[in-house]
């Protein structure tokens, strides 16, 4: 039902003829429940489009109340800049044309951001439109009004981090890197330029590839409390954690399934973990329509939407290629077998949940960046556990600085390994652009496949219990 919803928005923001084909091929696999299918998507149009009309200009000059929600500081070619996130309130044009805005999210920038102290404003300005219902809002005069500053406490402890860290690192590079994990603020041009063009970029934003790790780490270091006692101290501690990173679309969608999750387990509820993304994405979306038209939530809930439905499959297929063994057949190798086994067992899990996620990613990514590094396919074998084992070392060393060093070491040696890539193998699959027709064909075709599939093993599982 989460897709009905998505479907809804995007008709609010991008109504084309090739949007109304792919929902009604949706609507066609959920054929059993195309009515609530269609009043779910009626619902989710109308309070997306009644909500935030849209306005068609350039820029205009008016009067503006903001709400900061995170203050960043970016770099450029030209230096590091401070920038705010906030949503703007209520907006009024001055002149002729007469524009009035409500609740919109904008990008606010301005001469000396980091002197505002309050969490809401009066401002006069410039807004600028640079994408339909995409607002940048140029401060030229301000008057704070108060209210709660947990952004300028955020933004205090990540600088204090990000100090820390260059004090007990040595190469200032691995000190960026590590910070950008932790925080997900791409404070160093250079790491992500060199992550994006090795397709690794998804792997410093924070998503739920970093949840898992700080929650699956807390499970082993909580294991011996009460179950009640030890989920909810998860809970509190997922939740400082998607307070401090921000307002990242991955982040909402990473921890509110962490969270929906966690939940379940502690009222012992059975939970379908396609549902469960659904529900996340309905979550988000009822909260904030704007997040449908960030590649953060678009590439985010696509790659989650592709992992779980084609895991299955995948598993099968590689199966017959990196032969699965029973338990009774592992106990009676050899110590070398064992070995040799263990690492064919992670190889075929790797390769698995990275060809999962490209069935949809990658025409995903051809459309949206006309191409693809064939590296990409390489690094990705290997750079999750490496980025996962600096992220361990990283949350021990804020408890234990003697860490540091390790990491430092440890971050410069991946760092140094990534830049001097093999530049002879760098091939990526280009293309001039991508037709929206061909995009809905290969979303749709194995999408209908993956959904088939998913119904006919369910339906052979209640067979089997009966």
Known sequence: MGLAIVFGCYFAFYFNPWLIISFLCFAAMAYHKMAIVIVLTGMSYCYTHFLYPHYSFESVNGYAHLHIQELELIPTHYGSRYRMKGELLHFQSQGDERIELNQQPVIIYGKQLEKIRGQD?????????????????????????????????????KQLIKRWMHRHMKHAKAADFNYILLTGDHINLSIRMLFNRLGLGHLLAISGFHFSVLIGLLSLLLKKMDKRTHLILLMIFATLYFGFTGQFASVKRAYIMALVLLIADLFSLRSNALNTLGACAAILLIYDPFLALQLGFQLSFLACFSLLLFYAPMEIIFSKLLIKRTSEEVKSLNPISLIAYILNSLLRKVLV????????????????????????????LFMPALIALIFVLLLFSLAIPYLFKVLDTVTYLVLEGLEHFPVSLDYRIALDAMHPGVLVLLLVIPTGFGIWYKGRKEEERRFLYL
């Open 353 to 380: 949940v990275n060809a999962s996620v490209l069935v949809l990613m990658l025409p995903g990514v051809l459309f949206l960046f006309q191409k693809f590094p064939l590296l990409s396919l390489y690094y990705n």
């Open 121 to 157: 404003l009066l401002a006069l300005g410039t807004l600028i439109q640079y994408q339909p219902h995409r607002y940048l809002f140029q401060i030229k005069w301000h008057q704070d009004k108060g209210g709660a500053h947990f952004f300028k406490k955020q933004f205090a402890m």
